[in-house]
């Protein structure tokens, strides 16, 4: 599976809580959106479980237009602390009413990987990309299985723009 890696904040959604890249790095305030989703979805997210993605609020190195949704799904946990398989993922984001990263390329090897993201992005309006294996990923698997590829000097925002409150925001459809 290719997908597209999204220039946005890693957020986490739980049963419980929303968290950024880990459970006591609370959120930003371009967050904010995010969370409202959150605050209707939590419900029905099953225990134990995490539904991973992209917070696209706040416009970061790239500018997006038509974007599906402030959150953005790229992976699901479930209790087993296993990554659920992509269909799975696909099945459940559907549930939560949620929309998923773009599938670039499913099939083949790296560099097929590489030539498909080239063949639809460029750096000036794509991060990367994310190659992972099509099925379920235990979590003690996860380094061998999930490789992501990010553009030379991906991060192109200064230091200050994190202490911002007047942040650019992305366009959504």
């Known amino acids: 599976m290719v997908t597209e ?13 929303m968290f950024g890249r880990s459970v006591d790095s609370g959120t ?29 609020w706040a416009r970061r190195s790239i500018a997006y237009s038509d974007l599906p949704g402030v959150f953005i799904v ?11 398989g992509w269909d799975d993922t696909v099945d459940w984001a559907r549930r939560l009413e949620l929309p998923v990263v773009p ?4 099939g083949g090897s790296l560099s097929e990987a590489r030539a498909a993201w080239a063949a639809q992005r460029t750096p000036a ?11 379920r990923i235990p979590a003690a698997e996860f380094s061998r299985k999930v490789l992501k590829w990010v553009r ?18 992305n366009e959504f459809a």
């Open 5 to 17: 890696k999204l220039d946005g904040g890693n957020l986490t959604f739980t049963r419980d809580m």
């Open 28 to 56: 930003q305030p371009w967050d904010r959106p995010a969370k409202a989703l959150w605050a209707m979805t939590a419900y029905r997210i099953p225990d134990d479980w995490r539904v991973c993605g992209e917070s696209m």
């Open 74 to 84: 790229f992976g699901i946990w479930d209790e087993t602390d296993t990554l659920l």
């Open 103 to 106: 599938v670039l390329y499913r």
């Open 125 to 135: 309006d794509s991060e990367g990309f994310v190659v992972r294996a099509a099925g």
């Open 152 to 169: 030379a000097e991906h991060v192109r925002t200064d230091d200050a723009w994190r202490h911002r409150d007047d942040f650019p925001v």
